[in-house]
């Protein structure tokens, strides 16, 4: 090769790492010749979609030769009606993921600071970086975001500021009273990204309702996702609630047609089986209990998750028994990534996928 294409491309990419994704079950099946294996490493719903959705998506498939609707209309309709916010101040996005890139690309630039927490979700830092901004990962406390340190990073280059609550992979997360506190030390031209992607499984009294601050703080965006407790991963399909003049923002770096025919009737579809999302709820609550339970009787330490994974203490190197685990069909998910190789992060399965996942432990150890 006569070019060196990566002398000419910016230091910042020079310095990007691609986002490790899970193995997939066709991949780990090939690989190892397995006929059952079970994925808990990406944070999916083990219920998959509801049956509406797959109904909605199917019937829109015929309208396919034909762009999607570039606005979102009927989903940002029914979530500006679920949220009591204007239509105005929702943005769609392929994938919640897609935002806090379409964010970075709006308010961060050469020079500019993006503060993390030190564990923060993985795409934080690549969008930063992407967008030749720098980012600054502030220390936590008991693997807990530590919103007075990163209050005490706040300097004049700081534009973005991302938290995800809860975090992932840690799966802890902060308090009402904490976030208001946090947001009074936060300059008003600063954005402060609140990463909801697990809101639906949290049950905890003191979780903050950002929607209703945004009320006093215009600089707070919220994202949420179809991802997860609604089992549409496959879809790609985020949403943000801000400002309807940062949504305007937003709209301006958005790729046209974002998000797919068949992923918006989906995601409607989705938003009105109330049945199908609680059920989800309740699969994650009662597998947290069983999780945890077993884990405590194998002696393992966990860190407490109010989401749909939790992250265990393996008190050694991790990847042995993450390839022990892969050997036995069961892909979880190693934190070496996040500068936590001692850690596991289990998602949450069914009753059977969780005992499967600790009786395969339980051998391994
Ligand atoms: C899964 C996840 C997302 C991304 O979800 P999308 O599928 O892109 O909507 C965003 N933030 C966190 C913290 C996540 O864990």
């Known amino acids: 090769m006569k070019v060196n294409f990566i002398e000419n491309v910016h230091p910042n990419i020079q310095k990007l790492r691609p986002y490790e994704t899970g193995k997939t079950i066709a991949a ?3 690989e190892l010749g397995l006929e059952s294996v079970i994925k808990l490493a990406s944070n999916e719903n083990p219920l998959g979609p509801s049956p509406a ?3 909605a998506a199917r019937a829109s498939l015929a309208s396919t030769g034909n762009y999607p609707d570039p606005a979102g209309y009927d989903l940002r309709q029914a979530l500006a009606k679920k949220w009591q916010v204007s239509p105005e101040q929702l943005t769609l996005g392929n994938g919640s993921d897609s935002i806090l890139g379409m964010i970075c690309q709006v308010f961060a630039s050469d020079g500019d600071e993006v503060l993390v927490s030190e564990h ?3 795409s934080f830092i690549i969008y930063t970086l992407a967008n030749r901004a720098t980012p600054v990962p502030v220390k936590e406390v008991n693997w807990r975001t530590d919103l007075t340190a990163v209050a005490q990073h706040i300097n004049a ?3 973005i500021i991302f938290l995800a609550n809860p975090n992932n992979p840690t799966g802890t997360y902060f308090s009402d009273n904490e976030l208001e506190e946090f947001l009074h030390k936060v300059p008003e031209h600063v954005i402060v990204v609140l990463d909801e992607a697990y809101f639906e499984y949290v049950d905890a009294p003191d979780y903050p309702d950002t929607i209703k601050l945004q009320k006093s703080f215009s600089n ?11 089992g549409l991963a496959g879809f790609r399909v985020g949403y943000s609630i801000s400002h309807a003049d ?4 937003l709209n301006r ?4 047609f974002n998000v797919t025919t068949p992923s918006l009737a989906a995601a409607t579809a989705a938003l009105g089986d109330h049945e199908h999302l609680q059920k989800s709820i309740a699969v994650n609550e009662q597998g947290m209990q069983q999780l945890t339970s077993e884990l405590a009787k194998l002696d393992l330490t966990y860190i407490p998750s109010v989401a749909n994974f939790i992250t265990v203490d393996m008190e050694r190197n991790a990847m042995e028994i993450n390839q022990a685990l892969l050997n036995e069909g069961v892909i979880v998910r190693p934190l070496r990534p996040y500068n936590m190789p001692k850690h596991l992060r289990l998602s949450i399965g069914t009753e059977s996928e969780n005992a499967r996942l600790i009786a395969t432990l339980q051998r391994i150890l």
């Open 28 to 30: 780990l099946k090939r």
């Open 53 to 55: 959705a797959v109904e």
């Open 120 to 122: 923060g979700f993985a």
């Open 157 to 159: 280059k700081t534009k």
């Open 220 to 230: 707070l965006i919220t994202t949420r996702t179809f991802s997860k407790a609604y």
């Open 246 to 249: 940062i949504a305007d923002l």
């Open 253 to 256: 770096v958005r790729s046209p």
